[in-house]
């Protein structure tokens, strides 16, 4: 993967319990979060090894510092999800332009904020389509508003970051990493973002989707 748009180095890590965390690289941060609950979609159950009461969030624009600081959890916690961040794909100047004015910004530490993360992958056939086939798909016609749209409506009130999975090593086993943070006063809205985005008839880019699973997360 080319460096230059390499971001943050997401990892996140299923703990059984809270964890006494001894201090990390200052280069990479940290955030413990209570699973509140998960949802598994089209697929095999998720197995949590250990089971999971608690997740922990690791970033850091440093790859070497992070993969030091986790160096003894994975030993500890089992193997982590781990994306990168990119650049925007599927979207306009304008649509980039627009999402970079109302997006909105993660969640203050007042103890009232929801957190959800959803692995996501995609099908072979969505895959062995050409770039700008996949990029159709996520564009607004006449007869679908499509993902970008969908997401831009809900975008100054729910924070989202996207982490791309697809050509980590070892394999994760999804295409990419989808986090969520919002009030908790706007779990509904959050809903039905997630339920326009999965109805093929508004969003057809959606009918690729092969498995997800939504985890519910409160920061603690």
């Not at 850091?60 to 916690?77: D, G």
């Not at 957190?115 to 159709?136: C, F, G, T, Y």
């Not at 970051?161 to 943070?181: A, C, M, N, V, W």
């Not at 509904?188 to 880019?205: G, K, T, V, Y």
């Amino acid at each position: 993967m080319s460096e230059d748009i390499l971001g943050e180095w997401g990892t996140f890590v299923f703990l059984s319990e809270y964890p006494n965390m001894a201090p990390v690289s200052q280069d990479a941060s940290t955030a413990v979060y209570q699973v509140e609950g998960f949802i598994e979609r089209c697929g095999e159950p998720i197995v949590l090894a250990p089971p999971a009461r608690w997740i922990l969030r690791m970033e850091s624009p440093n790859r070497a510092a992070l993969e030091e600081a986790t160096q003894t959890l994975v030993s500890q916690c089992g193997r982590p999800l781990i994306g990168v961040t990119q650049h925007l794909h599927y979207t306009t100047a304008d649509q980039q332009a627009e999402l970079l004015r109302v997006s909105a910004q993660p969640v203050d530490a007042s103890g009232t904020g929801v957190a959800v993360l959803i692995p996501i992958a995609k099908s072979d056939a969505w895959w062995q389509l050409p770039h700008d086939e996949r990029q159709r798909h996520f564009l607004q016609t006449e007869r679908t508003e499509g993902h970008t749209a969908i997401g831009l409506r809900y975008a100054d009130r729910i924070y989202r970051k996207l982490y791309h999975s697809r050509y980590i090593h070892p394999p994760q086993g999804f295409d990419f990493l989808t986090y969520f943070e919002f009030p908790e006063d706007l779990a509904e809205d959050f809903r039905a973002l997630l339920s326009n985005l999965r109805d093929p008839e508004l969003n057809p880019e959606w009918a690729f989707v092969k498995r997800e699973i939504e985890i519910w997360l409160r920061k603690r």
